[in-house]
């Protein structure tokens, strides 16, 4: 009797033992699904600006680009989470090339379409900070990292250094040029799978000032910008 109640004793132990390891492991396998996760918050981006509706003597040169980052608050709206708001903080610095100079004098800043003889460079550059909103929608779900997306909306910017700078084999001529307007506006959208996903950007109000004029003629010059938009998190 003893031997079998030592048998008994030694075979409860076993399984009471294997019950352990076999439950440890699947809570090991078997993760919580997040039913409350966030996607995209945070966003870096490169792209290409086109000036549009300037004085058709305008003429862009180089490579006019934009470099952005920031961070965006994702607010899912309804239950899967494929759907809600984005409203977010970002940087973004600008360049626009092209065959208008720009001169600082007594009377303000002076524009003038340049020969190819008399410069090598001339652009405008902004630095802004960006308020960025998007309506929010996308394939994913708690499991699933590769989905489609599609994010449009509107961004506000607050250009705080905008400069025009010339280059010349003589030297350079670079100024503070005040008649950048400190405030930009327009129209965006962001869509494509995973990594990829193409960036598009209308501004709604003019890059300068109104009152800005080549030759009597009113300098409108609006963006649009394309190019690659990369999410993290």
């Not at 076993?14 to 699904?33: E, H, I, R, T």
């Not at 090339?97 to 003889?117: Q, T």
């Not at 961004?155 to 005040?178: A, I, P, Q, T």
Request: contains cysteine; negative net charge; aromatic residues 16%.
């Amino acid at each position: 009797m003893i031997h079998s109640f030592y048998k008994f004793t030694v075979i409860l132990f076993c399984l009471l033992n294997f019950n352990l390891v076999l439950g440890q492991s699947l809570s090991d396998s078997v993760q919580p699904v997040d039913n409350r996760y966030l996607e995209d918050q945070f966003y870096i981006g490169v792209g290409y600006n086109v000036l549009l509706n300037g004085p058709g003597a305008i003429d862009q040169r180089n490579l006019s680009y934009n470099l952005q980052a920031g961070f965006i608050k994702d607010i899912p709206l309804n239950e899967r989470r494929n759907f809600g708001v984005g409203i977010g903080l970002g940087y973004a610095v600008n360049s626009y090339y092209s065959n208008m100079g720009a001169s600082e004098g007594v009377n303000g800043v002076s524009y003038e379409i340049l020969g190819d003889a008399e410069f090598n460079r001339s652009k405008f550059e902004t630095h802004a900070i960006e308020l960025p909103f998007e309506i929010r929608w996308r394939t994913s779900t708690a499991q699933e990292y590769k989905f489609w997306r599609i994010y449009a909306g509107a961004k506000l910017g607050y250009v705080f250094s905008g400069r025009s700078k010339l280059v010349m084999d003589e030297g350079n001529d670079s100024f503070s040029n005040d008649d950048i307007d400190a405030f930009q506006y327009g129209l965006m959208l962001n869509f494509g799978y995973n990594t990829w996903n193409i960036h598009a950007y209308y501004g709604l109000n003019p890059l300068l000032k109104k009152g800005a004029s080549l030759e009597g003629e009113p300098i409108d010059l609006k963006v649009l910008r394309v190019g690659l938009t990369f999410y993290i998190l």
